[in-house]
């Protein structure tokens, strides 16, 4: 028999997700390396946030940490009023499961299912049938009733990673965190992508926690977090473009100077 969650019941001002002194580490003595030091954030709920930082600032470290990808090792990571640290591996796949949508960089689509098997594979694992009106109003969101009956090969990368944004919409999660999700698009289906994520936020009321390194792709957010090795070390609502890139120089100068 599964075993149960711990009740979560979302309330109006409880984050979808939190950090409270969020540690991470790898390996012991000399090769023992903080990929995340004593991080605190929230992230509200029907809010798009980004996370910036230099290469190995930890900002990816965060995400599967807060998504139950990785685990802690020290301090508190919660999805809604669920303490991760508090589930076993088959309660962590549950949640996963049933309360986190993810969009990866590689599409991570099956070759051999349609697209619209692709979108509702996760809910079937579940034992969950789809939501017919839910499924049709986040298939028009991210544009893609006719291209439902093809496969992978049949759709382009911008096309693919639609398929993937759906699917991680489909079953309603509490929280979709996105990794570097325009990396392998062009430009032009890149920003369509974060329309989309946009959309999903605006008119559908999701949140979405996206890893980025593209000050254009933050500017999408409402707001947009930044780390330097593995420190939350500043915090910019309502972000442009110049704004961001201007903070991204001043964390990389003095890297570059050491």
């Not at 309603?172 to 990396?183: K, L, N, S």
């Not at 930044?226 to 609502?237: E, I, K, M, S, T």
Request: some cysteine.
């Amino acid at each position: 028999m599964p075993q149960p969650l711990p009740p979560s019941g979302p309330t109006a001002l409880e984050p979808a997700a939190r950090a409270v002194d969020l540690t991470r580490t790898y390996g012991r003595g000399e090769t023992r390396v903080t990929a995340l030091d004593a991080v605190s954030v929230e992230f509200a709920r029907g809010r798009f946030t980004a996370v910036m930082g230099p290469s190995g600032s930890g900002k990816s470290t965060l995400m599967h940490c807060m998504a139950g990808l990785d685990r802690v090792s020290s301090g508190s990571a919660r999805i809604g009023g669920v303490e991760l640290a508090s589930l076993n591996d088959r309660q962590l796949t549950r949640l996963r499961r049933e309360k986190v949508g993810f969009v990866f960089q590689g599409f991570n689509l099956l070759p051999t299912l349609t697209a619209l098997e692709n979108i509702t594979l996760p809910l079937r694992l579940a034992g969950r049938h789809p939501d017919t009106a839910w499924l049709d109003t986040v298939v028009a969101t991210v544009g893609l009733a006719g291209r439902l009956a093809h496969r992978p090969s049949e759709l382009s990368g911008g096309q693919q990673q639609r398929v993937a944004v759906a699917r991680a919409l489909a079953s309603r999660p509490e929280i979709v965190f996105a990794d570097e999700p325009t990396g392998n698009l062009d430009s032009r289906s890149g920003a369509e992508l974060l329309g989309f994520l946009r959309d999903s936020v605006r008119e559908l009321g999701q949140t979405v926690v996206m890893v980025t390194h593209d000050p254009a792709a933050a500017a999408h957010a409402d707001r947009v977090v930044f780390l330097a090795d593995g420190r939350l070390v500043d915090d910019l609502p309502e972000p442009t473009a110049g704004a961001v890139l201007d903070r991204m120089l001043a964390f990389e100068a003095p890297a570059a100077a050491r």
